[in-house]
């Protein structure tokens, strides 16, 4: 794979001239392999991705495990389960440093799973610290961002190391103003919409006013051409999809 530009070299500017966003395998490429494992996230980089996404949980005995739900059906909660129990009942799901071993080199989004309201909920954000902990053992601070519903999980990561880069990641019936405003008070580097949010003639001048504010723009989940053209004119820097070889071969 050619040389890949960061996520923190990529400079948003207030220009709303288009450009060819980077693709994100959404949890890999899970139209390959199952979603959230090994097998997928090399597919996804075979498949022409610049990068991956993932989901992070943490384990009651403190490991990182890439899974998409709280809870494990017939093992139980996450947050109150041991890495060897998850482990022994599902060997395919991997650790954190696990795909970042696979994913050397490469892009990675590794959204913190722990909204309010979810099973195993931690108030304290010990997934956010133990996602700091192990970017900063391995010096990957360029090649990633940490991105969260959660403002509280993002917030506790630049409390942390405010030199890793974070991003708010928000669902379509969150107003745009509302979650550009709560991303740029927080201080993070990028704002994670779903392609719904960016439909008609405001998501250009909303690229647009993320950009002015230094905010970079990762679109969730595209895996459609038309969708895609009118983000790429609207000026997205990144889309995250179920299908990175389709999206590569329609840019």
């Known amino acids: 794979m050619e040389s890949l530009p960061t996520l923190t070299a990529m400079n948003p500017d207030s220009s709303d001239a288009p450009r060819t966003p980077l693709i994100l395998g959404h949890r890999g490429a899970p139209k390959a392999a199952p979603e959230n494992t090994l097998a997928a996230f090399g597919a996804a980089l075979e498949e022409g991705a610049d990068g991956v996404e993932l989901d992070v949980h943490s384990t009651t005995d403190g490991v990182l495990v890439v899974v998409h739900d709280p809870e494990i059906e017939n093992v139980g909660v996450i947050r109150d389960t041991t890495w060897s129990v998850i482990n022994a009942a599902v060997p395919g799901i991997p650790t954190l440093e696990q795909v970042l071993d696979v994913c050397d080199g490469t892009l990675v989004n590794i959204e913190i799973k722990n909204s309010e309201g979810d099973a195993g909920y931690d108030s304290t954000q010990r997934t956010a610290d133990l996602v700091v902990a192990v970017l900063q ?16 999980a993002i917030a506790r990561v630049r409390e942390i190391d405010g030199a890793i880069p974070t991003g708010f990641l928000y669902a379509p019936n969150m107003p745009n103003a509302e979650a550009l405003d709560s991303a740029t008070s927080g201080g993070h580097s990028a704002i994670h919409p779903h392609w719904v949010s960016l439909g008609g003639d405001e998501g250009s001048a909303f690229v647009y006013d993320c950009h002015a504010r230094g905010l970079k723009v990762n679109v969730w989940t595209v895996n459609d051409e038309p969708v895609l053209a009118a983000l790429i004119a609207a000026g997205v820097d990144c889309v995250i999809t179920d299908t990175p070889a389709i999206l590569r071969a329609w840019l």
């Open 137 to 152: 053992e391995r010096g990957r601070r360029d090649d990633v961002v940490i991105s969260s519903f959660s403002l509280d």
